[in-house]
């Protein structure tokens, strides 16, 4: 008897099978219920005694050698073979929710990626500032109504504690930490106290950017930020600099593009004009550099600052600035999937 067994293990051994009928037909020739292993264990009855233990094992050997044999075949593990499963491919896959990206984020990163390859690198500063770096070090009188409740979010008087209402403050940071050159750009969230409406809102995003060294002039400034608009909406776009006025430049430009929209043709986001605003720039006041103990008969700085609510809205031809807050899925799954 124990030939006979060994045989059926080196037959359960080679056997291969290219269906699933074929599969069952051989479980049932072994494991079916007037299957070659019942008629063994009766067999294995009239077995002496003694000779049970070597008889046992051979039985169980033969047994596991089966069970692991269809399941193997049954996952279409042998040698090659891929028999037909009873698992449906077609069934469909529960769905998986991927996250997006949000526009400010995908902006400010594009924003951020233009500038470091032309050598700027990335600084931040806290949210909550102080009058000097918010204002007294960046040359603002004293009465200028950024100063004043209804402009700024206080959270404290004299002295002055308060949400920042500009990312230039971070220049002042800067400058304490690094004397020049110095080249950098620094996102982050500014508060102002207005009201919100789909132009304005109390909370939103800038980059600022400064770049401090021997003999930095306006024609890098024009020529950096053309580089930047070009990279950022395409070679044919244009700038023009208009005159302006901040404390802390000198002297101060606001730097439009031409209109993305409508081709400078004139539409309603341009106010039919074919340029549209995009920051504030200028050439850092003397004044700025001699607060930050930085020599100003030496060295000379430019500095710029844009809102990325603004440019976001332009390159996604978004109408309200109150959908960057309001997480509404439907609105944010527009944009960059994170995968
Ligand atoms: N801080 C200005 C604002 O919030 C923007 C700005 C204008 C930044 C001119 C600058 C600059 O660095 O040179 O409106």
Known sequence: MLDIINEHIKKVESFTADSIDKIEE????????????????????????????????????????????????????????????????????????????????????????????IGFIISEGPEIEDDWHVFSALNFPKEHPARDMQDSFFIQKEPDILLRTHTSSVQVRVMEKQKPPIRTISPGRVYRNEAI?????????????????????????????????QEMFGKDTKIRLRPSFFPFTEPSGEMDISCKLCGSKGCKICKHTGWV??????????????????DS???????????????????????????????????????????
Not at 277 to 294: K, Q, R, T, Y
Not at 314 to 324: G, N, S, V
Request: charged share 25%.
């Open 26 to 117: 051989f479980r049932i020739k072994y494991l079916g219920r007037k299957g070659m292993l019942v008629q063994l264990f009766d067999e294995f009855k009239t077995i002496p005694a003694e000779q049970k233990r070597e008889y046992g094992q051979k039985l169980n050997e033969l047994k596991n050698k089966l069970t692991e044999k269809i399941n193997l075949l049954k996952a279409g593990m042998t040698s090659g073979q891929t028999p037909s499963s009873d698992i449906d491919l077609t069934m469909p896959a529960e769905t998986v929710t991927i996250g997006t990206r949000h526009p400010l984020s995908i902006v400010r990163n594009e924003i951020l990626e233009i500038f470091s390859r």
């Open 197 to 229: 409406s789909a132009r304005a809102h109390c909370l939103f995003h800038q980059v600022e950017g400064l770049y401090i060294d021997e003999n930095v002039s306006f024609a890098d400034l024009k020529q950096d930020l053309l580089y930047f608009v």
């Open 277 to 294: 605003e995009i920051m504030g720039c200028g050439m850092v006041d003397p004044n700025v550099l001699e607060f930050n103990n930085i």
């Open 297 to 339: 008969t030496k060295y000379t700085g430019y500095a710029f600052g844009m809102g990325i609510e603004r440019i976001t809205m332009l390159k996604y031809q978004i109408d309200d600035i109150r959908l960057f807050f309001e997480n509404d899925v439907r609105f944010l799954q527009q944009f960059e999937s994170c995968w």
